[in-house]
């Protein structure tokens, strides 16, 4: 199970809270008790070099591997059922080497699982293992109070063995600076240190009051130095070369089990039975923070400078504590030279040398470095004056102020924080929670010229520099003062984690947490202000927008705000609208605007220096639309390329000035949606032809249909092959030439229901019965025609039996009737095909729509009915006088119900031809 916990100590980074922005996982094995997770004691961890992987070795014979980006475990190791007090990666093999207390090394693939080789090696427990960064080496140290060296390349042969000390060898560790050299530490209170090449010690340091636990080297080539960790709770700093002690580090309560340097960072830290872990400065040597997670005694320790990785091994489990920030120490002038550290290396490069070169977006530029000198201080802060001419360093509670091009020593100070004036070299100090120091050609100014900053009259937690120097205060609030007479400007109710202010140093921004605001300064306000309150002059800011959205780094570019968040987007601010420049798939810190390139510069952690172009001109284009100054950004127009106006068209068009919009645009798709939007069905038509798009079509009949543009709407539908819609026009609209066209249509488009329907309501059922045999449709075709064409019954009803003879169905073509052969099954067949003719001749005719109310009936009308009733008062009248023959009114569409019997098994059968059968039958279906 793995837990994860972020940044929530009982305590305060005093020193480190600039450069650790500390994220903690805890790692916990076994099984849960309640709710609370124990597992069995982490005696070793390691680091993996390229992987993101951390290997522990528990008590209980048992190695895990795991991911400390996903927090998981992705790998296990069953070694042995006693304790495994030692386990490393040999990465250059895919190999992990384990020593347990049953007195064997193992050495495992940690791809495939396979156990490589095991053997005896020691005659007591195997305490430390150490694996040579280049040669093929592993040292191996155990209570037997022996050191041997193994060579893999040998099959494992023990090639040597160093002997020395009087007790447990508890610890290894191979110099990184001269790898043929090593020490260990050993219960017997010393430290000695070895070369491969003897058995014989080079020499021993001796100091510690009781036994040693551990010895690391120190990783940097500046300092000749080693620590260890003992059990008289101390850990000691020792020079090497001169073999003496350095630093004796106090604090803990119990046994100092393990302790260290980070590789590239000032921290030395420290690990104890006590429970707890300690952070040192590396140059003062000053405590600067102690955790304790509530595991247990601490074991073990590992340290990584690829991702800033410290691990803990504990009673109950595994501590990883990520250290720093994504955003590199680089600061760039208006010019594009850049300056960042690298620990105390200060290196620099111009961007103008990139410039020769094509430049894309987004990528990697070719630059050229330089080393331009070092810091005396470590960096925690490092930034450009206002004119470029000058670079602060800010660190270690100091901060140096040294010359941009020649990196010399200008002026020094004690400080927590630094920052500059704007447009100018004044600058402001913060050196406690209740001092603030300003400064004018680099000499302090008396605190009599700024006596509101002499005495503040609340605690000072952070300052920022700008038009106005901003503090932000104890209570969560921002405190504006004036940098000439340190005045309170305005007081604003918000945690500001920085301020940026632009070049006029009229417009800022105040980001938080969550969110940041866009304030405007009015320095007429204040200057004519006769009355400062408590609160300031609230005339002198002016609140005109707040953001939701987390900003990690930014500035401005005339009125306009530009930043990255904390979704890896480079934006940009105009009014109270954001608008995305570009996607990053890291953090990424922006570094400034070169106007000379039009471009802005961002650089990752790596310090790897990518640009985007900055469309400049759509900004003061949007920024004149917003002010309402239409005509000024008419002249700035024809400015604007033309592949950057459908850009503004989209704004234009949020902005809901869409005829604008139309006007502007040069993209035919955006014109023809703008088209649809603002009913311009004319112009929407004619996008539509130059595109030639089924879908263009479609949308423009929509719209024609709303405008009651029928004429449209069909060449429309027409164009966009949708046939069903046109069916339905011309069905609503009685359009019969209409449906003679969408017949045609549909059958070259083999839409054969289609083409059926149209051919149905053109009236035209001799079409329809040719559609289904010509689909063979058999069955279908001899019911609709024994409906509407009784004529052609015997024709289809023998396709229909000619095809089921063929599929070898002969007795179901027996079973069907034919009206030709068994009259007497069909119901007033010879009078349905009088109905026939008579139908016929109707549907030839038309019927004018403003005849329509004169047949609403006509639909409901039986033909077959009509005709077996006048012939019954035809008969009736002939025998009592000689009456004309009754006429049959025309009607638009003919409804024939009959009964069709398909299969019929009996043979005798009552004739239905005489009137009395057929009004029966007319009874019985009602």
Not at 287 to 308: H, I, K, M, P
Not at 424 to 445: G, M, N, P, Q, W
Not at 568 to 587: E, K, M
């Amino acid at each position: 199970m793995v837990t994860s916990l972020t940044s929530h100590f009982p305590f305060r980074l005093s020193y480190l809270v600039s450069i650790l922005n500390v994220t903690l996982y805890f790692f916990s094995l076994g099984d849960q008790t309640g709710h609370q997770t124990r597992t069995e004691r982490v005696k070793s961890v390691d680091i993996h070099p390229t992987e993101p992987w951390i290997l522990a070795s528990l008590y209980n014979g048992k190695v895990f591997v795991y991911d400390y980006e996903t927090q998981s475990q992705v790998k296990t190791f069953e070694v042995c059922e006693l304790p495994v007090r030692a386990a490393k990666f040999i990465a250059r093999k895919s190999w992990i080497v384990t020593g347990s207390d049953d007195l064997q090394i193992r050495v495992y693939n940690y791809n495939t699982h396979e156990r490589v080789v095991g053997f005896e090696s020691h005659q007591d427990y195997i305490r430390a293992l150490a694996v040579h960064p280049t040669q093929p080496y592993v040292l191996s140290s155990s209570d037997d109070m022996s050191i041997k060296l193994w060579d893999w390349d040998k099959k494992w042969q023990n090639i040597q063995m160093f002997e020395g000390h009087q007790y447990f060898v508890m610890g290894l560790a191979i110099n990184p600076k001269d790898t043929n050299t090593f020490a260990s530490a050993s219960l017997d209170k010393t430290i000695k240190v070895w070369n491969l090449g003897s058995s014989v010690a080079n020499f021993t340091l001796e100091g510690h009051e009781k036994g040693v636990n551990y010895v690391e080297y120190y990783h940097g080539n500046d300092k000749p130095y080693l620590i260890s960790g003992a059990d008289d709770f101390t850990a000691r700093v020792w020079d090497y070369q001169n073999n003496n002690c350095v630093q004796k580090l106090t604090g803990h309560t119990q046994n100092v089990i393990s302790a260290g340097f980070h590789p590239s960072m000032p921290i030395i830290y420290t690990a104890s039975e006590d429970g707890s872990i300690r952070l040192y400065n590396s140059n003062s040597y000053r405590v600067e923070s102690v955790l304790n997670y509530g595991l247990g005694r601490v074991w073990a320790t590992a340290v990584s400078g690829r991702d800033n990785i410290l691990a803990f091994g504990a009673d109950e489990g595994l501590i990883v504590l990520a250290l720093g920030g994504d955003e590199p120490s680089v600061t760039m002038d208006s010019s594009g030279r850049v300056i960042w550290s690298k620990q105390n290396d200060i290196q620099s490069t111009n961007i103008k040398t990139a410039n020769d070169a094509a430049i894309t977006d987004g990528e990697r530029l070719p630059l050229v470095v330089k080393d331009l000198g070092n810091s005396e201080i470590y960096p925690q802060m490092i930034q450009h004056s206002p004119n470029g001419r000058f670079v602060v360093v800010c660190g270690d509670g100091e901060y140096i102020i040294y010359t941009a091009l020649a990196w010399r020593n200008k002026s020094f100070g004690s400080a927590l924080e630094f920052a500059w004036a704007q447009n100018s070299t004044d600058y402001a100090v913060r050196d406690s929670s209740t001092s603030i120091k300003l400064f004018r050609s680099f000499k302090e100014r008396p605190s009599t010229s700024t006596p509101a900053l002499s005495n503040l009259g609340y605690s000072a937690e952070e300052i920022f520099g700008g038009s106005l120097l901003s503090i932000r205060s104890a209570g969560g609030t921002l405190n504006l003062h004036d940098w000439e007479s340190g005045m309170l400007v305005r007081r604003i109710d918000v945690a500001a984690k920085f301020v940026y202010w632009s070049d006029n140093g009229e417009l800022f921004s105040v980001v938080t947490e969550d969110s940041f605001f866009v304030l405007r300064y009015v320095n007429s306000a204040f200057l004519n202000a006769t009355d400062i309150g408590v609160e300031g002059v609230e005339d002198a800011v002016e609140f005109i927008a707040e953001i939701q959205e987390k900003v990690a780094s930014g500035c401005w570019i005339g009125s306009c705000f530009i930043y990255t968040n904390a979704s890896n987007r480079l934006n940009y601010l105009v009014g109270d609208q954001t608008f995305t420049i570009a996607h990053f798939s890291s953090s990424m810190k922006l570094l400034g605007y070169v106007a000379r390139d039009n471009r802005v510069y961002l650089a990752d952690k790596d310090l790897s220096i990518v640009s985007y172009s900055l469309p400049l001109a759509i900004i003061e284009y949007q920024t004149a639309i917003l002010r309402g100054e239409f005509e000024m950004a008419s002249e700035m127009l024809p400015s604007i390329p033309l592949e950057l106006r459908p850009k503004l068209a989209r704004f234009l068009e949020a902005e809901g000035m869409k005829n604008l919009a139309m006007e502007v645009t040069t993209d035919v798709e955006q014109q023809f949606d703008l088209a649809i939007s603002l009913s311009r069905l004319d112009l929407a038509c004619q996008l539509a032809e130059q595109s030639k798009a089924e879908a263009k079509w479609r949308t423009v009949a929509d719209l024609a249909f709303k405008l009651f543009r029928f004429d449209i709407a069909e060449k429309s539908l027409l164009n966009a092959k949708d046939y069903n819609s046109l069916l339905m026009l011309y069905s609503a609209s009685g359009n019969i030439e209409g449906m003679n066209r969408l017949k045609k249509l549909a059958s070259e488009a083999e839409m054969s229901r289609l083409e059926f329907v149209s051919s149905f309501l053109s009236r035209k059922p001799e079409d329809c019965l040719e559609l289904l045999i010509k689909t063979e449709k058999l069955p279908e075709a001899s019911l609709f025609a024994r409906t509407y064409l009784p004529s052609k019954v015997s024709e289809t009803v023998q396709m229909w039996k000619d095809s089921l003879t063929k599929s070898n169905k002969d007795k179901a073509a027996q079973s069907l009737a034919d009206p030709s052969e068994y009259a007497n099954l069909f119901g007033n067949f010879s009078t349905s095909l009088e109905a026939e003719k008579l139908s016929s001749s109707i549907n030839s005719e038309r019927i004018d729509s403003k005849n329509y109310s004169q047949h609403t009936k006509d639909l409901s009308r039986d033909l077959v009915q009509e005709i077996i009733d006048n012939s019954q008062s035809v008969g009736i009248e002939a025998n009592s006088s000689a009456n004309p023959e009754p006429t049959v009114p025309v009607v638009e569409e003919v409804v024939v119900e009959t009964d069709l019997p398909v299969a019929i098994e009996e043979q005798t059968v009552e004739s239905t031809d005489s009137p009395k059968s057929a009004n029966k039958k007319k009874n019985k279906k009602k």
